[in-house]
């Protein structure tokens, strides 16, 4: 073997290691909280990335903290210490069970007592509203992106590059229906009919759970429920945001709201970065996944 295969394979070798170690590393990262000393606690929690219903960050993946906020939320719902809490969003959503989760998981923190304002990031939009739609209270920054309130799901029909490749299914299933969402075929206009349903029906349930959270009637959502985005700004002037502010303001609030006298004690829940991280900061990772699935998922 020459010099330049010896080197392509060490240095192929060393990256698998590397990615490895990485990986390792990030599975073990630790969760932390940081305490800044007041009167009244208010806890701060984020729900950053892609709203899914996996329990751990992806590790090709962006980071998302799905799991992490659900486990945050139930712990300030039990803490007796804590009197308000803010959920600092930036998302711009995801799986719509896992967004209608956490927004019953927000409802059973306010059950507990507790007041609950939403802090929006940068973008807080789709499934990331839902969620916010469950707080007494909303602020946005000015120009914070979020709406986008409706529902959506991509069926992938690959029938004309498998006939290309050569590449055919036999299919054998129990039911008219079992293989509908195969991407070896287009879907027929009663499958079409099917997923248009389902469609529906979530849509339904997204603009109820803005109506109950936001105090509005159902005809009043609709109007904005066209998948549209708003600014900060002209989500404050149709009702769906309640102030204009950073994460500062949102405290503030929160600390207001629970009868908080003088500078409260923030509580801040958050993720320690793995070693991944550091990879995908400097951009030798991506921030997107390199693979999709394959099923149909309903995603806000």
Partial sequence: MDTRKKGIILVTVSIFITLVAAVLANKGEKESTR???????????????TITSTQEMPIWGA?????LTMKYLEDAEKDDSINAVVLRIDSPGGS??????????????????KKVVASFGDT??????????AADKIVAGPSSLTGSIGVISTVPNLEELYNKIGYKERVFKSGTFKDMLSPSRPLTPEEEEIMQGIIEDT?????????KGRGMSLDRVRKLADGRIFTGNQ???VGLVDELGGKREAIELAADLAGIKGEPEVVEYRRIPGFIDIFQRFGF????????????????
């Fill in 235 to 237: 989500a404050k002037e």
């Fill in 124 to 133: 807080a939009a789709s499934g990331g509203y839902y969620v916010a739609a």
């Fill in 35 to 49: 305490t800044i000393a007041g009167s009244g606690k208010v806890a701060v929690i984020y729900l950053t990335g």
């Fill in 63 to 67: 980071g998302s903290s799905t799991g």
């Fill in 285 to 300: 990772l991506s921030q997107k996944p390199l693979f999709y699935p394959a099923y149909t998922t309903i995603q806000f």
């Fill in 203 to 211: 849509y339904q349930q997204f603009i109820n759970a803005v109506a």
């Fill in 96 to 113: 719509a069970n896992a967004s209608q989760e956490l927004y019953e998981q927000v409802l059973r923190v306010k059950k507990s007592g």
